[in-house]
């Protein structure tokens, strides 16, 4: 089965400042789909943004982008400008386009913003 | 407005005492799934269905029931609740074949204390 490991448990940024979370996964699948999720003290689940696996090309979203190196199965998310409205836990997701579409997720992120 | 309606939000109940969580979706979406989430281990998936009729065990599927009766409506069911199923539960929907690209829906998250 596919797994998701997101290894910084709690990270931290200064206001304004640029921060990465880390994700990488395990698949023997060459057709997916890649996701980050921010849910913030509310519990809702809110996606960030998303990419495909066939697209080499990285998504961006405003100020959120990712790294996505397929052959070394990293999902990195960027954050510019952050701001203190960031301040969430993130879960890098995985679906699978063959496996009952299974979506797996990493342990999350916590991202505290320091004003 | 499309959502996914999760209820009750907060629930504080005994060992043994059946319970159910009520989740509709109105997006026509075929695919509907339950989480879990717990601290350090992310969303583990409890059940999905992939349709009317069709469900099927996730990762942690122990001590859970689910229906999927009518395409909108996944209920999940507690038939004798133990305090390690304390936790926080979302629901999601999402399209499955083309629509796989898209991200998953989710409720708005249900805790649960069990005592």
């Known amino acids: 089965a596919q797994t998701v490991t997101q290894s910084q448990p709690e990270m931290s940024v200064q206001e304004a400042e640029t921060v990465t979370l880390s994700c990488t996964y395990d698949?023997?699948?060459?057709?997916?789909?890649l996701f980050w999720y921010k849910q913030p003290p509310s519990r809702q689940m809110i996606l960030v943004i998303r990419q495909e696996a066939y697209k080499q090309q990285n998504a961006t979203e405003n100020r959120f982008s990712v790294n996505f190196q397929k052959a070394a199965k990293s999902f990195s998310l960027k954050i510019s400008d952050s701001q203190l409205g960031d301040a969430a836990m993130y879960f890098c997701a995985y679906r699978s386009s063959y496996n009952n579409n299974d979506m797996r997720f990493g342990a999350g992120t916590r991202l505290t913003v320091k004003p | 407005e499309a959502q996914v309606t999760q209820n009750p939000r907060y629930l504080i109940t005994v060992t043994g005492k059946k319970l159910t969580v009520t989740c509709s979706q109105n997006?026509?979406?075929?695919?509907m799934s339950w989480y879990r989430q717990d601290p350090g281990l992310g969303l583990r998936q409890i059940y999905y269905s992939m349709n009317v009729e069709v469900t099927d065990k996730g990762d942690v599927p122990e001590g859970y029931k689910v229906s999927r009766k009518e395409k909108r409506n996944f209920p999940l069911i507690l038939e004798s609740p133990s305090p390690n199923q304390t936790s926080l539960y979302f629901c999601?929907?999402?399209?499955?074949?083309?629509?796989?690209?898209?991200?998953?829906?989710f409720g708005q998250g249900t805790r649960l204390t069990v005592v």
């Open positions: 698949t023997s699948e060459s057709d997916y789909y």
């Open positions: 999601a929907s999402s399209p499955l074949g083309a629509g796989l690209h898209t991200e998953a829906f």
């Open positions: 997006m026509n979406h075929e695919y």
